[in-house]
């Protein structure tokens, strides 16, 4: 009788996995009562065997892919090196994201006080309240509550988690006694977020199942802050918002100073370093490596239906290879190809065992990789022959596991044979440690070097009540602007424009608009028809204004702007028509009429001689005339800001304020006409341009200028002008970091003291390109360079946010009304480009004005298609009545 080949052989060769069951020498087979000589089989195994013998082969082989060999461990290892020196360039996107955390040193063990800690990153949201003893490291008292996190509100809305946390830590100030004390807090929040300072964090994605919406892309800080806010029943000092790895690692370097890494093995992955070039904490977040199919050669058919089946498809690749969450999930896949093979039969404990061996095997090693890369990257930066340091570890899978911390370290000594690395298991968790960094940053200064750069940086950082003050500042000027006796002093022009209402949708007609502000002149046709509803077609072209001519003569100028008109008029074959224009000049100007503009100063740069005292568009229609091959009549003269709010009333007829946030800034908004002492009438509404550029040039914002903003404005074309404007525009800010760079490197802050070309290169832009703002593209995030940067432009957000809420706050009062709602129109490519900008500015403006409801609409046309639609609402009146009376 021959051997029996079991059902798994017949699904092997199936399979395509072609092989043979006998082996050995020939002569036996199994009869009744024992072996007996087979020409066909040539090993003694009894029959009942067989299965077994087989199904462990089978069991081998499936399980074969996850023994990863000691060169897959080394490309594991040089492609996590890979990723954290892309996550550190910011050169593009990387899958191991390199988050600066803003925790520049360890605990010493001096640390002492009352601390609360709130921790949230899985299905547990823990309260704690954290007592260090003076005087005595290890003596320390925690007092903690957990508290469960529903799937429904995991998955519900942001407000819902965030009213849930506040909920939690209300009850356990309640269970504590202490609802009444003002506690300094750190919020361990155990999810990838980009952090500017150590007390903000904007959630960058969800991980661990979480799905709450309208979270990603916000500060979790604020919003936690608002959620304490409506419950309306205790309040906190929330100095450090953490992740639970950096949490982990402080709260290991209070037992041992050495610790300078931190790594989570348990529901999640990750780890946190001492980076020397950033010199401050790094959150890997190398849960990523992978997403861009750097691991594709290890990633086995179970891993790739795990991450078929998870909540985020394509992403956090290696954290679904390591971490507690997915495991089980991936032997659950595995044992359902086994059974499926008719594997798993009769209690076979020992293959589940074997399945589970391998793949937390697997697991530990590829931890282990991404350790040796970490490792290995500190020795080299410290320049190192040998490099001995402390991880401090938390996670149920490498406390838990009989096998996994075994294993784990094992495979870093393996792979990186230079470092001696010690693992210290956190016994309090990331809770302690971010009570120990919310300790650190209230009771320790920072290093000299960093003192040395905040003192520069200080000065840039508004609270609430300097934003305020500047606020009130900023109306008390605008009174004295809209007064005819106060005027000639004011900084603040406040300019009538005689635009007195917004399009109301019965505007039609066909118009030609002019834009001039920049280095670049536009011209658009724009024309409004009726038929179900109102709609707008526009066609536009783009001429160069070039150097020359923005520094020669005003003629040259204006014949430049004609002969671009006479152009486009014969591209358009309509200059045998004549088109009502509309005139848009980004420049001061005095207005008596809607069609007259007497220009005041010129700003950006342009320096044409014979035409500041002069009316521009009397200049402008006499080089028409002397070209004489074509007609136009320009019926209105506005600004930029002006023609802003008019494109975004077109859209929204609550729009009522119109801002510039570009190359330059300025904003316009609609003023009683009772209260413009420089306009006849009290009757109805005007829009004022503001010019709020000048703000400032009468000495008002001397106490928070810097010794860089002085150096900018003695640099300028127009030294002493334009001052708010010089701290807070596109042209200027990027100039700014530059010289607070070269000071700091001058002191040896910054570049090891070493002082580039490039550097020296001064940066005024005219474009209203991002390029402005080139060095917070290049310089490193989370550096010192970058904090610059974060701070020059957060300056500027937080000082538009103050004088925006100034014009909020009047048109409120105007009104007469407890709670405003209105719309701003905005343009401008700080605003738009800037990847911050936005958010900060809205927030800071709800901040200081929150009785005032505020849309910020995006004018997507430009300030051309508003000085058409100026024109038209002109021409409509025009039609209406024999005479103009916008």
Not at 67 to 88: D, F, N
Not at 237 to 257: K, L, R, W
Not at 587 to 606: S, Y
Request: aromatic share 8%; with cysteine; hydrophobic share 40%.
């Amino acid at each position: 009788m021959s051997c029996q080949i079991c059902p798994l052989r017949l699904r092997q060769q199936q399979r395509s996995r072609p092989g043979d069951c006998s082996r050995s020498a020939p002569g036996r087979t199994k009869a009744a009562g024992g072996m007996q000589p087979s020409q066909e089989c040539s090993l003694y195994v009894p029959s009942w065997v067989l299965p077994d013998l087989f199904g462990v082969f089978q069991v081998d082989e499936t399980l074969a892919p996850f023994k990863l060999t000691h060169e897959q461990l080394m490309l594991v290892k040089s492609r996590m090196r890979a990723g954290l020196e892309a996550g550190l360039r910011n050169k593009g996107p990387s899958a191991v994201k390199m988050l600066p955390s803003f925790v520049y040193r360890t605990p010493d063990g001096t640390e002492r006080g009352k601390y609360l800690a709130l921790d949230l990153g899985g299905t547990n949201f823990r309260a704690l309240l954290v007592n260090f003893k003076r005087g005595l490291q290890q003596n320390t008292r925690v007092n903690h509550k957990i508290y469960t996190i529903p799937l429904e509100i995991m998955q519900g809305t942001g407000e819902e988690l965030f009213d849930h946390i506040a909920q939690c830590v209300s009850d356990f100030l309640d269970y504590m006694g202490m609802k009444n004390a003002h506690l300094p807090a750190g919020f361990t929040f155990s999810f990838p977020c980009e952090q500017t300072a150590l007390d903000t964090g904007t959630l960058v994605s969800w991980t661990k199942g979480y799905k709450a919406t309208d979270c990603e892309g916000h500060d979790v800080v604020e919003m936690l802050k608002e959620a304490i806010k409506r419950r309306n029943e205790f309040d906190l000092d929330i100095v450090a918002v953490v992740n639970d790895t950096v949490g982990t690692m402080m709260s290991c370097a209070y037992e041992d100073p050495q610790c300078e890494i931190g790594l989570i093995a348990g529901t999640g992955t990750n780890v946190c370093y001492m980076e020397e070039i950033t010199k401050m904490c790094i959150n890997t977040e190398w849960g990523g490596l992978g997403d861009d199919g750097s691991l594709e050669d290890i990633i086995t058919p179970y891993d790739a239906e795990v991450n078929r089946m998870s909540v985020n498809p394509g992403k956090q690749s290696f954290e679904k290879l390591t971490s507690g969450m997915y495991l089980g999930e991936i032997v659950r896949q595995v044992l359902l190809d086994l059974t499926s093979g008719g594997l798993l039969f009769r209690g076979r404990i020992f293959i589940v065992q074997q399945v589970c061996g391998a793949v937390s095997r697997r697991a530990a090693q590829l931890c282990g990789a991404g350790m040796a890369a970490v490792v290995d990257k500190i020795r080299e930066n410290r320049r190192l022959d040998h490099l001995k340091i402390t991880v401090g570890v938390d996670g149920a899978l490498y406390k838990l596991h009989p096998h996994f911390s075994r294993v784990l370290e094992e495979t870093v000594r393996s792979l990186a044979p230079h470092c001696n690395v010690t693992f210290l298991p956190s016994e309090e968790g990331s809770g302690k440690g971010a009570a120990l960094i919310t300790a650190v940053a209230k009771q320790k200064p920072l290093s000299h070097q960093h003192t040395q750069i905040d003192k520069y940086l200080y000065s840039m950082r508004f609270s609430d009540e300097t934003l305020l003050d500047i606020m009130h500042q900023f109306r008390r000027e605008m009174v004295k602007g809209l007064g005819r006796d106060t005027n000639p002093t004011a900084a603040l022009k406040m300019l009538p424009t005689f635009v007195r209402s917004i399009p109301d949708g019965s505007e039609k007609g066909d118009f030609i608009a002019l834009d001039l502000g920049g280095s670049n002149f536009r011209i658009l046709r724009v024309k409004v028809s009726h038929e179900k509803k109102q709609t707008v077609q526009m066609e536009s072209q783009i001429y160069d204004t070039p150097e020359d001519i923005i520094h020669g003569t005003g003629t040259k100028l204006f014949d430049h702007v004609a002969e671009c008109l006479g152009d486009f008029m014969e591209k358009h074959n309509i200059k045998d028509k004549k088109l009502p224009v509309g005139f848009t000049f980004s420049f001061p100007c005095q207005q008596t009429k809607l069609d007259e503009g007497v220009l005041i100063t010129w700003t950006k740069r342009f320096k044409a001689s014979g035409v500041e005292g002069m009316d521009v568009v009397k200049l402008l229609s006499k080089a028409i005339k002397k070209r004489g091959n074509y007609d136009a009549e320009i019926m209105a003269v506005v600004n930029d800001t002006v023609g802003t709010m008019m494109t975004c009333g077109f859209d929204d007829q609550r729009c009522e304020v119109g801002i510039i946030i570009g190359t330059g800034t300025n904003a316009c908004y609609m003023e009683e006409l009772r209260n413009i002492d420089l306009v006849e009438g009290d009757e109805g509404r005007m829009c004022v341009n503001t010019e709020w550029g000048a703000f400032g040039d009468d000495g008002r914002l001397e106490d928070i200028r810097t010794e860089f903003d002085r150096e900018i404005d003695r640099g300028s074309l127009n030294p002493g002008k334009q001052l708010f404007e010089k701290m807070v525009s596109g042209m200027y800010l990027g100039e700014l970091v530059r010289l607070i760079l070269v000071k700091m490197a001058r002191e040896g802050l910054l570049f090891e003291g070493r002082i580039t070309p490039e550097l020296l290169t001064r940066v005024f832009l005219f474009s209203d390109r991002t390029a402005s703002l080139y060095s917070m593209c290049v310089l490193k995030k989370g550096s010192n360079a970058g904090s610059v940067c974060t701070i020059v432009s957060f300056r500027s957000a937080n000082l538009i946010a103050a004088v925006l809420a100034g014009i909020l706050l009047r048109l409120k009062e105007n009104k007469g009304m407890t709670r405003l709602r209105t719309t701003i129109g905005i343009d401008g490519s700080l605003y738009k480009m800037h990847p911050q900008y936005a958010r900060r500015l809205h927030k800071t403006v709800r901040r200081l004005v929150p009785d005032i409801d505020v849309r910020f609409l995006l004018s997507e046309s430009g300030s051309g298609k508003g000085a058409a639609m100026v024109t038209a609402v002109a021409y409509r009146l025009r039609m209406e009545t024999s005479w103009l009376w916008i």
